[in-house]
């Protein structure tokens, strides 16, 4: 029992505990600190959620893409009006993601190439999120 009354003289009445004044102090110093990083943290889930749009828009453009170029690799017997068809099928088949098939060759350009654009959209809009640019060998129209 005399330690602890020793200990009690030493430190002081005032210096016995941590006082209602100093947590309120500390409350408001966090609280500073978290309106402080809140506009970051709400910027990098927006960031986050916009990225993940291009990452699928643009996977879907180049599953689209890439469906038509393994149809009509480089072979000596492409159309274009085959193109176009599949083209159609294909933006049928997946209406956010369109392929528009670019104007075919003169008859005295072939073989030439056929430029394919595919543009991938978010639902309900008219804005492009990813445009895709290839082109096609033609041997024919």
């Given at each position: 029992?005399?330690?602890?009354?020793?200990?009690?003289?030493?430190l002081?009445?005032?210096?016995a505990?941590?006082?209602?004044?100093?947590?309120?102090?500390?409350m408001f110093?966090?609280?500073?600190?978290?309106?402080?990083?809140?506009?970051?943290?709400?910027?990098?889930?927006?960031?986050?959620?916009?990225?993940?749009?291009?990452?699928?828009?643009?996977?879907l453009?180049?599953?689209?893409?890439?469906?038509?170029?393994?149809?009509?690799?480089?072979?000596?017997?492409?159309?274009?009006?085959?193109?176009?068809?599949?083209?159609?099928?294909?933006s049928l088949?997946?209406?956010?993601?369109?392929?528009?098939?670019?104007?075919?060759?003169?008859?005295?350009d072939?073989?030439?190439?056929?430029?394919?654009?595919?543009?991938?959209?978010?639902?309900?809009?008219?804005?492009?999120?990813?445009?895709?640019?290839?082109?096609?060998?033609?041997?024919?129209?």
């Open positions: 029992m005399a330690r602890v009354l020793e200990s009690r003289e030493l002081g009445h005032d210096q505990g941590v006082s209602v004044v100093e947590v309120v102090v500390a110093i966090l609280a500073v600190m978290s309106v402080a990083v809140l506009p970051l943290m709400i910027g990098a889930v927006q960031a986050s959620t916009a990225n993940r749009d291009v990452v699928a828009a643009s996977s453009a180049n599953a689209q893409l890439a469906e038509l170029q393994d149809t009509y690799s480089n072979s000596k017997t492409n159309s274009c009006a085959a193109v176009r068809t599949r083209a159609a099928e294909l088949s997946a209406p956010t993601a369109p392929i528009t098939v670019g104007a075919c060759p003169s008859p005295s072939y073989p030439g190439t056929v430029t394919v654009t595919v543009q991938a959209f978010r639902p309900n809009s008219a804005t492009a999120v990813v445009t895709l640019n290839s082109a096609i060998l033609v041997t024919t129209s």
